[in-house]
């Protein structure tokens, strides 16, 4: 239900103000919206000739998020952004977000500012509107749930199930640097490892775990010009998601583990943290890059296309017969099995 | 995301478990249905020359249902009837459905299984597909979103913007049964109130606040034959509802409180209990009736169709100018205030 509805009494004014603070921070609402929030449901006008792609995620505190170590903004900014990238992993545009709220007492009227502002930040280069909302009072922790509805043409979105063995595996951005700036947010380091790095590496990190980008234009060009056999984003760290996707294809995979791209700030993380920059990459959740397969013929136009978007596509490996399984190639050429390693949210 | 994200690694395995579980509740996948649950988003066909209708509820434990006097199976039924309401309010036709859920671990798999039973049984008889999910774990209380996607002709659907000063005021069902079957299952009634109440109005009465019916079909033939005006859905309590219905319709009510539909049920429940059973209906929340409102001229159409859907409509007021206020008239044919009380979800 978009608004206002099984609300405390005391909480109710408060849901006023909520309401036409979402409202006027979300801005003009578009007209294939005919109703928005303030009605029992929203109404949005369904075009022809396209699907729609929808992701429902739910962030719960003290398992995906600690308030301790994220800023209100930073949530909403990320809640967000797994929501888009979901949505990029489909090479869907994204284009109506309902949220539902679950508030513990102790957050005020601005912590819930704020949190709207990193979800609109996230929102706003994509044009998405807020069509929908419930807010409830919680006994227990924050809790929220991003609905996010988006448009694809018709029979266009890349489903994790295409790869065919010879397909190149591909991953846009760099990896691993989301991993890296936790562990920077975290009290396991040494002081002598946060000492060590430079400010500008250390906010690079923590930037891309904070305010990852969803690669939402790189996945709508990757679908629309038919270039991706499949596609997942990467949430749960490379290895994990390589396996869903071997998983749903039935192919098996060869991972270059010298072809990741890593960044120079991760590698100087790593060498100070006595860590492998490779592990991190393959291990390291919430990068939100895409992962992708493609036939050798469009290698061509993948690389213009990163160019043109100015995103950096690499080539990683290749997908393989199921019965190959998943390995990696070391730089000395020794093939071994690819650990599949999950990536624990915060926990 | 509607499957096998952000889970904690022990959960892994059972989320697996669910999924099947749930896809096997479900049955098969519709046509439309391109890409149901198991990739980073759900693909469904979006039909021509139709809008959508979507909403999404946040139901927490401890403040929305309690698990001491709900069953799971129950609060699955309960989860979707108020969003099915949602949409019937509306007058939309519930088509695909989404749920997060946070789960504690004191919860076993079986009681998860139970709630899945719940939401099918309410959306089994509208052929809603459920096309997307998240599980986490929860450090606190339980937690369940879910997001209802629906269809309607363009520009049919009904707002709660449209009553107009002259309309007739009509609601569907009985009222009040609900807040009756919730006192009897709380601790608050005598056990004299309790033992005097035959076992059959006990039933019906806890069974109307277990399984409130979602008026699906009256709510898309009010649409589109275009025969409301303006309509809301009765969750908040008929007091309540009515008043956001005046406001966003700009409007004022008179209210025949003799003319409220009551079951013999509720009236013996209010006898014994000592209260009114005008006053149950009027502040008595999570009836799941629709409230709407017509031109006159309309009348016998919508009686006709209350007829033949067996859903008793009933003409309990009329919209009036917005300077006249929302007043009720009492059997005696005095005018006073309406009182608005908001009804509170379990607290």
Chains 1, 2 share one sequence.
């Not at 309902?98 to 513990?104: D, F, G, S, V």
């Not at 700030?265 to 990068?287: C, K, N, V, W």
């Not at 399984?325 to 599949?340: I, N, T």
Request: glycine residues 10%.
């Amino acid at each position: 239900m978009p608004a206002r509805r099984r609300q405390q009494g005391p909480r109710r004014l408060e849901e006023f103000a909520f309401i036409n603070l979402i409202k006027r921070r979300f801005g003009r609402v578009p007209r294939r919206v005919a109703m928005g929030i303030g009605d029992d449901a929203a109404v949005v006008r369904g075009p022809s000739t396209r699907d729609w792609v929808v992701t429902t995620d739910l962030l719960a505190e003290d398992v995906h998020f600690s308030l301790d170590t994220t800023s209100f903004d930073d949530l909403g900014y990320k809640a967000a952004a797994a929501n888009l990238s979901d949505i990029a992993a489909m090479g869907g545009s994204p284009t109506y977000l309902l949220i539902a709220l679950a508030i513990p007492t102790t957050l005020s009227q601005s912590d819930l500012s704020r949190l709207y502002q990193g979800l609109h930040r996230a929102c706003r280069p994509h044009h998405v509107a807020l069509i929908g909302g419930d807010t409830s009072s919680s006994r227990a922790g924050l809790f929220l749930t991003i609905t996010l509805i988006g448009e694809i043409a018709r029979g266009r979105a890349v489903l994790r199930s295409g790869a065919r063995p010879g397909d190149l595996l591909y991953v846009s951005g760099t990896l691993g640097e989301s991993q890296a700036g936790l562990m920077l947010l975290g009290k396991a380091l040494t002081r002598g490892i946060r000492r060590g790095l430079a400010p500008a590496d250390r906010a690079r990190l923590i930037g891309r775990h904070r305010r990852p980008t969803p690669r939402v234009a790189l996945g709508e060009a990757l679908a629309s010009r038919r270039l991706a056999t499949a596609m997942i984003d990467l949430s749960d760290g490379l290895s994990g998601d390589l396996a869903h996707l071997c998983e749903e294809s039935r192919v098996g995979a060869l991972l270059d583990r010298s072809a990741l791209p890593l960044s120079p700030a991760l590698r100087r993380f790593a060498a100070l943290a006595g860590s492998s920059a490779e592990s991190l990459a393959l291990q390291g959740g919430e990068d939100y890059e895409l992962l992708f397969t493609l036939s050798p013929r469009h290698e061509a136009a993948v690389q213009r296309l990163g160019r043109q978007l100015r995103v950096p596509v690499t080539n990683i490996g290749r997908m393989m017969p199921a019965r190959f399984g998943m390995k990696e190639r070391d730089r000395h050429g020794s093939l071994k099995d690819l650990a599949v390693t999950s990536y624990r949210h915060f926990t």
